[in-house]
């Protein structure tokens, strides 16, 4: 048996993740006569589901499919979820129970018209999200702030871990230090190598039992490299980066949920190429020392970039603001607007789209058309 699982016969609900907020909710929807479940894999059209009686295949009901207004209304990984327990380690899925927390992000990925798709769900009810950088190329403070803004919206706190520390001299990573804690006084930050297994203990010292942690960045960053260390083997494909492109390669392909021998849960995500904004309450959390400054403003609606009496500018002139990090601000609070404007459009055109159906039902049932 693998011995990074804990045997089913020890494994208690809350030990991957249940407790009263679930449960509750659970009492709320009428489900106390369905078993619940965690989604620990997706796959296309199927779910990897496990409790304390195993793990099971499932699938959502066709009632599920034709409800969904939009993948948001389909289980991902990380969701507790009702289930009817079936033979052979099948299941079905008869219902998602509300999340606590959810991180997602604007897919880069274009439908067949060429625009982008919608909102994409990395994970939920996450307690802390491991942002990962590399100490090579990938580091970057104002990409640090895009995984946080995520995090933030959805109620998940952000931790960061700077991996790979053997590449640098102490010198160096002091210097690197010094920049994130100047720029993130308040994220916990673990340094770590899987090479000389620097941090490795740290990090561990931050997973309690029955939290869910999940691991975000991008491709060649060591995530997957970390959870193999942290679940004691090497249970996840990893690969080195090119010596000459010094690129990652995407080898993680699907989001995982892994149980650790300490207790605690972890999800592995592939690498991320764009970290899209869909909300700007994220980003209003995150940089809530620019939104104090705000509030001070002369107009309600300031948009913090040329107006008089902006106490933006003014702390930014001042040099009390960081111009990288209002720069950023001002980047972030731009995109995740026009999405949020792009949306609104989109809700108005299916409303107009649905009132011009029900007028031309209602006319060609007067000229006699029974199928209306």
């Known amino acids: ?13 809350e030990d991957l993740g249940y407790d009263d907020f679930f449960e509750s909710n659970r009492k709320k929807l009428g489900l106390d006569g369905f078993s619940v479940a965690r989604v620990t894999v997706e796959y296309r059209g199927a779910y990897k589901v496990k409790n304390i009686n195993g793990e099971f295949m499932a699938k959502i009901t066709g009632r599920q499919m034709f409800n969904a207004l939009s993948r948001k209304d389909y289980p991902a990984v990380g969701d507790w979820v009702a289930i009817t327990e079936l033979e052979a380690g099948q299941a079905v899925i008869n219902e998602v129970l509300p999340r606590r927390t959810i991180i997602r992000r604007r897919s880069g990925d274009k439908n067949k018209t060429g625009e982008k798709t919608e909102t994409q769900i990395i994970g939920t009810n996450i ?13 970057n403070l104002n990409r640090f702030e895009r995984y946080f803004a995520i995090a933030e919206e959805g109620g998940v706190k952000p931790a960061i871990i700077l991996n790979k520390i053997d590449l640098i001299s102490k010198e160096e990573l002091d210097s690197r230090l010094i920049q994130i804690k100047n720029r993130f006084d308040t994220i916990d930050v673990i340094l770590t190598s899987t090479v000389t297994v620097e941090g490795l203990n740290e990090l561990k010292a931050h997973i309690s ?49 892994y149980f650790l021998k300490s207790g605690g849960i972890v999800i592995d ?29 002369k107009y309600a609606d ?26 950023n601000y ?8 026009y999405y949020e404007l792009t949306e609104l459009e989109k809700r108005e055109k299916n409303r107009q789209f649905g009132k011009f159906l029900q007028k031309t039902k209602k006319e060609l049932s007067r000229q006699g058309h029974k199928d209306f």
């Open 302 to 327: 300031c948009s913090h970039t040329q107006e008089p009496g902006c106490e933006v500018l003014i702390a930014l002139k001042s040099e009390e603001l960081d111009k990288e990090k209002y720069s």
């Open 209 to 257: 039992r029955g939290k869910t942690y999940c691991f975000l960045g991008s491709s060649g960053v060591g995530k997957s490299s970390l959870i193999n260390k942290l679940l004691g083997e090497d249970i996840i494909k990893t690969e080195d980066i090119g010596t000459r492109s010094a690129k990652g390669k995407h080898v993680t392909t699907k989001r995982e949920m």
């Open 330 to 337: 001002i980047n972030l609070r731009k995109e995740a607007e």
């Open 1 to 13: 048996m693998d011995e990074t699982v804990p045997k089913i016969t020890e494994t208690k609900i």
């Open 269 to 297: 995500n592939p690498g991320m190429r764009e970290i899209g904004m869909v909300d700007t309450g994220g980003i209003d959390n995150f940089f809530d020392d620019i939104l104090v400054l705000a509030k001070k403003c």
């Open 127 to 139: 307690d802390i999200a491991f942002v990962v950088e590399s100490i090579g190329r990938d580091y």
